[in-house]
């Protein structure tokens, strides 16, 4: 049963999937000092409606981080189509954030909590010399790297594990940090190393971790089978450190 708001119109539930460059912005959650995501969809929303709605995010992204999809839900009583819509944000929108979709979904659908699922990429640049136009938006590793071990290394992470190890501890984790890694594979295609890891849900930088980690086997500093031993010590400062955020990609999120 659709709702209705005090004017009388229909309350709806709206999916809005965007892409963002996160290179200058100071992730998703809005602050005080810093311009993030949240702040620039909020006021071209408000520019399109005329005034301001609560609005919910898929994930936390952190400073600098990217994403191929990211998902927004809110609930509008004004009458614009979602088409119109779509157009009017990126109308307003910087050029570094873009909507892909609008649409209406059930009234109980919500972008983090109805999530099955995500995957991210992180993407390096394997070359001596480093690439200009790829500043920001992939780390740069100089040193060759082993792909095929670094794959197999990466399996110890696949299945249902606590990954306290792998896992910035703050205010924002409490409670379980058990999660499920359905799969991790690294691969190369041209200059690129490509990790991309899909999971039930993440910790704050666990994917970050995760390939800082293969990095540092890939330096001959942990061994290729060390990551099931240091997922059973859920010790911080037993995993490797934590990779810069600008080759991180929120790539998908599974609903």
């Not at 570094?96 to 983090?112: G, M, N, P, T």
């Not at 690439?131 to 792909?147: E, K, N, T």
């Not at 990095?215 to 934590?242: F, M, Y």
Request: hydrophobic share 35%; aromatic share 10%; net charge positive.
């Amino acid at each position: 049963m659709q709702c209705i708001s005090s004017s009388g119109s229909e309350i709806r539930n709206l999916k809005i999937t965007i892409s963002y460059d996160g290179k200058d912005l100071h992730g998703w959650q809005i602050q005080k000092n810093a311009v993030t995501v949240q702040q620039h969809f909020q006021e071209a929303l408000q520019s399109v409606i005329g005034y301001t709605v609560d609005i919910k995010g898929c994930s936390r992204t952190d400073t600098g981080v990217h994403a191929n999809m990211y998902v927004i839900s809110l609930k509008l009583s004004h009458a614009i189509t979602c088409e119109r819509l779509k157009a009017a944000l990126n109308r307003y929108l910087p050029l570094s954030i873009a909507v892909l979709d609008v649409c209406e979904v059930d009234d109980d659908f919500h972008a983090r909590y109805s999530a099955k699922g995500k995957r991210y990429v992180y993407k390096i640049l394997n070359t001596e010399v480093r690439d200009p136009f790829s500043v920001g938006y992939a780390l740069h590793y100089r040193y060759p790297i082993d792909v095929d071990m670094l794959n197999r290394a990466a399996q110890g992470y696949v299945g249902t594990h606590d990954f306290t190890s792998f896992c910035t501890l703050d205010k924002r984790e409490k409670g379980d940090f058990t999660r499920t890694v359905k799969s991790f594979s690294v691969y190369k295609e041209g200059k690129f190393v490509y990790m991309t890891v899909e999971a039930d849900g993440f910790l704050y930088n666990m994917v970050r971790i995760m390939v800082g980690t293969l990095l540092k086997i890939q330096q001959g500093k942990l061994s290729v089978d060390s990551i099931p031993d240091i997922l059973d010590a859920k010790n911080r400062k037993e995993a490797g450190p934590t990779a810069p955020a600008c080759g991180l990609y929120l790539d998908k999120v599974f609903y």
